[in-house]
């Protein structure tokens, strides 16, 4: 069957949703992840603005080798790599088909990042990208994007999976898209600072079943110092949902809850505390969004709250907290409204439609949108 996206046609045998680790037995297309895709297009048009050498690109688990194709569109001198030799031959059909170069390799990933040099390395694992980090991040010069979908490991549904995974202890939250991505990026920083390299997060978004991270490297070690500096522990109360955050590589979680006292404190960490995107960035990723994308509304409302949204280590649900106090819920619009009046910081986030960042502690924001209460 032929596909389009992007303005390039592929040939695939099979175009299905595979978003679990394990269903990747045979060579498919995946149309859910055609936002992903479509954000990515936009960022390397981006990123080539941002810096003019990159020029070559590594799709490290080609399958159709639908990520390498729109990467050769853009102009990018593209490999593809794959273990599976039906894969090998249908990207290297896909990328002859487009006629903008390529070529695919049948390789083991790993192998050939330790034996190559890209300007840009794209992971897309099923489940955890983690065994391709290290030598991602060792011979990589400007820019790692990774994708994880193995999202009940990241956000502590699977506790200990995520914890032999990812190095930090992640926990299962009212945020839980945010602490998966989080995670996520911490594990990708602390790696990356293992070759003296800052991996800075440019764009990062967790959508439905996955994260997607994108980490501009920095060869500087004084600069991989900085950003562990931004790493460190989140406490949530599970009884008035107070969060802390602290920018530490020792947790010193406190022994009741600031707010209401109680002493059911969940500890998570160490994760990444610092922004997940950067706001210009996410503009200009924007602006390259075409109306050829299949998911040009989603990927502009997207990347437009990406563009505004607080750096906040954690968010907010709006119905969560209503419900804990027992009232009913306020338009967003008006609730985020009513606590910029009172003089907090108030965005929408992006991980869903009633998730919400401030700088206003759940105390504040109680008493800051009484008056939306009809009981008041």
Known sequence: MHVSEGGVEIEVPDARDGASAGTGDDVFYNPTQELNRDITAAVLRAFREREPRAESYLDAMAASGIRGVRA????????????????????????????????AVHRNANALMYDSVFDVVDLDPFGTPMPFADPAFANTRDLVCITATDTAPLCGAHQKSGIRKYGCLPQNTDYHPEMGLRTLL?????????????AVPVLSHATRHYARAYLELDERATKADELLESTGFVYHCEDCLHREAEH???????????????????EAGPIWLGPVSEPAFAEAVRDEVTEDFGTAKRARKLLDTLAVELDTPTHFDQHRLCKLWGRSASKMETFLETLRDAGYDATPAHYHGTAFKTDATVAEIREATAALDPEA
């Open 186 to 198: 911490g594990a990708m920083v602390r790696t990356a600072a293992r070759y003296d390299k800052a």
């Open 72 to 103: 050769a569109a853009e102009g990018y001198d593209v490999t593809c790599a794959d273990l599976d030799t039906d894969a090998v031959e249908l990207a290297q059909s896909n990328l002859d088909r487009a006629g903008n170069g390529g070529e």
């Open 248 to 266: 530490s590589l020792i947790a010193h979680p406190p022994e009741a809850c600031a707010n209401c006292g109680s002493t059911r404190i969940l």
